[in-house]
């Protein structure tokens, strides 16, 4: 165990914080931010989920951006319990079919949050990046932020009906952005990137999702460029019992300590409780595990972390670093953002002293 | 439709003319070749499936390769109707879940094949490529051939129990080659490479298999160095109905042509009859489609097309071109190898002209 101590403040934005940007739509989740600590200011670049406002059960509400007409649309489907399976409430599955979902609930976008002390947040009133193009149709989600060579990249998931792909954007404030490319062909996502070359290349860790056989296992992947990634290698997949059993995904991007790279990775069990883990890599070669902690840094225990839209979840995104103290961001039950703090010493030591 | 002519001598390899290389196997597949023309020689780089002989109907017997004892070995398990689905010829899949296959019945690898005329053709003692790394441990299949600045570049897909990704080699000789990268991670194959840099890069088709939602569709993507794809673009899908309704994959590496790419390709249908169709892509940008044909080009209509290990197949990777003429190379029903001939003029007006 380490130290860790959550913001008396938590949660620290909810969707009650944010207006929604769509007619008739309402927010339900501002969660699974990205985070980048700008001289004057931490910014956070949230996940905001919208959802049509629904006073009807027998018709399924499903939001889908229109690239031609450049709008968000509803489309109505009747609830019809022998075609569509509603039980998760993010998605509107098949009722058979080796496949995830149809559609998405929600749309997701990304909407920036800004800060003074880290604490109190003002979320913009508009979105940073909206769906626009023909891989987004469902929605983005999940970005991460990694400051390389003086810029901010961020990758998030794309959603569509051609499956979810993973786009890089970068940006150097936060108001405008440049569209990079899709760097992961479906389906991937939980794309982090390392802060620097390693022996010339860049790194990224990336969980394939997998349909033929095996499990949704985390890769590593690096590039010359950034926008083409390869060379392969699996890293690690979860445990076959306990609270890892179910799937793994890197979390925040990784931190180079003398101890190695840090990556702070989630984890879900069989019954989608998520937790979040931590692992050494090595410095020189990442796709070397130095040690991965058998037991999670950080369960769902506040009760909003246990409590919404889908609960009992705790997924980290992003961070801030000041000496020693570590400030992990963190989205809760697919709902709210919270963040606590610990020691970033504490961590990499017992760490290399396979004490976690 | 074009006049395609089948050589009288089909099948040309089938698994009689090839010995075992696994003691207590069988060969069951001599098939899906990736073909090079070298100035004196015909080279089909064939997929030859052993599977071990079974007496026994209520055991399954799984082959496996073993990185640590760098063996074949041979799992068994209990037919267990309750737990395993042996209603496909392939593999082993669960009875319920949302994944393929738990095994595969046969193990592949890679084995040369030799001709001076282009149909008399000498199976090689040994094999090319034998799976001996952790992403090869059920097989590697169905390789494609692609000549780059002189050297010969061969994709294939490799299979374990972390899914199916492509790896890449190269040689010069077809008697030793050098390992490149896994240019895509799982699950994705059918990749063929573009024979020539577009605008400084590299491109590949590929045909990622998503879980989430969507269809097995054909993207590319494209690279700085061959070890590292991105920049990927969804290119097309099946059709709802007819003769590409199940899945659709590159087949042969694309041809430069005066009327644009000539991408040669595989689809099936729902009910697995695998035929295939052509398309032109623009010279200058290969994520365009000029255009698809509406009908198949060549479909398992032969006695040897419809029968075998997976009946109703032909599946072409390979081809050889000599002025007008090309030579398609092709796995007929996972079984054997075909060939047949026709006028690349005639394809590429016709697709031109919209005529196919």
């Known amino acids: 165990m380490i130290h860790v101590e959550r913001f008396k403040d938590n949660p620290l934005i909810t969707p009650a914080d944010v207006k929604p940007l769509n007619e008739g739509f309402e927010v339900i989740g501002t969660f699974n931010a990205a985070v980048a600590q700008l001289p004057n200011e931490t910014i956070m670049v949230l996940r905001v989920a919208e959802r049509p406002l629904n006073s009807d059960p027998s018709k399924l509400l499903i939001p889908i951006y229109d690239v031609e007409s450049q709008t968000t649309k509803v489309i109505t489907k009747d609830n019809d319990a022998t075609r569509f399976n509603t039980s998760d409430s993010r998605t509107i599955g098949p009722q058979q079919g080796g496949y995830d979902f149809d559609y998405l609930t929600s749309i997701s976008y990304l909407r920036i949050a800004r800060s003074q002390d880290g604490v109190h947040f003002t979320v913009d009133d508009q979105a940073f990046v909206y769906p626009h193009n023909d891989y987004e149709t469902y929605g983005i989600e999940d970005a991460r932020c990694t400051k390389i060579d003086g810029k901010y990249y961020l990758n998030f998931s794309a959603v569509s009906s051609r499956g979810i792909c993973v786009e890089l954007i970068s940006t150097t404030d936060f108001t405008s952005y440049h569209e990079e490319a899709i760097i992961f062909n479906p389906d991937n996502k939980d794309v982090v990137l390392f802060p620097e070359k390693i022996h010339g290349r860049y790194y990224a860790l990336n969980r394939p999702t997998v349909k033929s056989t095996g499990h949704n296992d985390v890769w590593i992947s690096s590039s010359p460029d950034l926008h083409s990634f390869g060379d392969h290698h699996w890293l690690f997949s979860g445990s076959k019992d306990g609270w890892d059993n179910g799937r ?26 998520y937790c979040m883990g931590a692992m050494l890599l090595d410095l020189d070669d990442p796709t070397k595990i130095i040690y991965r902690s058998k037991n999670p840094i950080l369960s769902p225990d506040a009760d909003y972390e246990q409590k919404g839209f889908f609960g009992e979840v705790v997924f980290g995104c992003g961070y801030t670093l000041k000496d020693d103290q570590l400030t992990m961001y963190y989205g809760v039950s697919d709902t709210s953002m919270a963040a606590c703090r610990f020691s970033i010493s504490e961590l990499t030591d017992k760490l290399a002293k396979h004490e976690l």
Chains 1, 2 share one sequence.
């Open 248 to 273: 793994v995904g890197a979390g925040l991007p990784p931190i180079k300590t003398d101890a190695g790279w840090l990556e702070i990775y989630h984890a879900a069990d069989k019954s989608s409780k």
